[in-house]
């Protein structure tokens, strides 16, 4: 089946620095990529959507300068936390789609970032 | 209000019992998901459901959309340890190039072995 990867799988950063999160496809070619945020014991939540070679599309509320979306090939995309603060300390999973008729996404195991 | 609502928020059962767990939603779907998640870790896929009235099984989780295409529901039979976890229900509403999902708040399952 399709695998997706991200790295770092954890990571812990001191308050204000940036700290990437990449997401990998690594058999198959992801026309479009899904970042997702998880809080302790709670749901999914979309952040953005990044089709290759064009800007994220962001949700609302996700503040697009804080959280800075590369889509920069077709397995290839990576989720920048800038001036990273305790408060963005979360778990970031990414998926990506190959755009098939199926329309099945493929989660990355997630990252897990702490700020301090 | 939530769009994707899943019940029961948390379920314990004992080892061998059966046990379903529900997703609705408020609007037509065009697709349901259903994953398994440790909390902390990936997602892991279990069944997409595309069309009203669509039935799958795998080894021995049943997952079923009705006919309206707003509720599905997945059962577990005999349930083990082994199926323990958090299952999140994830509403396609769009399909095409959209594609992202709505998730459900999950349901934490605990077996008692």
């Known amino acids: 089946g399709a695998v997706v990867s991200q790295h770092p799988s954890r990571v812990i950063c001191k308050s204000g620095t940036s700290v990437k999160i990449e997401c990998r496809s690594l058999d198959f070619q992801a026309t479009t990529m899904f970042w997702y945020r998880q809080f302790p014991k709670q749901s999914l939540m979309l952040m953005a959507t990044?089709?290759?070679?064009?800007?994220?599309?962001?949700e609302q509320g996700v503040e697009k300068d804080k959280f800075l979306i590369n889509h920069a090939s077709l397995t290839l995309s990576t989720l920048t936390v800038t001036s990273a603060h305790p408060e963005d300390s979360s778990f970031y999973i990414c998926?990506?789609?190959?755009?098939?008729?199926?329309?099945?996404?493929?989660f990355g195991p997630g990252t897990r970032l702490t700020v301090t | 209000s939530q769009e994707l609502e899943q019940s029961p928020q948390s379920l314990i059962v004992q080892e061998g019992k059966n046990l379903t767990i529900n997703c609705t939603s408020s609007?037509?779907?065009?697709?349901l998901y259903w994953y398994k998640q440790k909390y902390g870790e990936g997602l892991i896929f279990l069944m997409m459901l595309q069309k009203g009235g669509e039935e799958k099984s795998h080894e021995k989780i049943t997952a079923k959309l009705d006919e309206k295409k707003q509720q599905s529901s997945l059962h577990i039979t005999a349930s083990q340890p082994s199926h323990a976890g958090i299952y999140l229900c994830?509403?396609?509403?769009?399909?095409?190039?959209?594609?992202?999902?709505?998730f459900g708040k999950g349901t934490k399952l605990s077996v008692k072995p």
């Open positions: 998926s990506a789609s190959s755009g098939t008729s199926s329309y099945e996404q493929y």
């Open positions: 994830g509403a396609d509403y769009y399909g095409g190039s959209q594609g992202n999902l709505i």
């Open positions: 609007k037509t779907l065009y697709g």
């Open positions: 990044s089709n290759e070679g064009s800007k994220a599309t962001y």
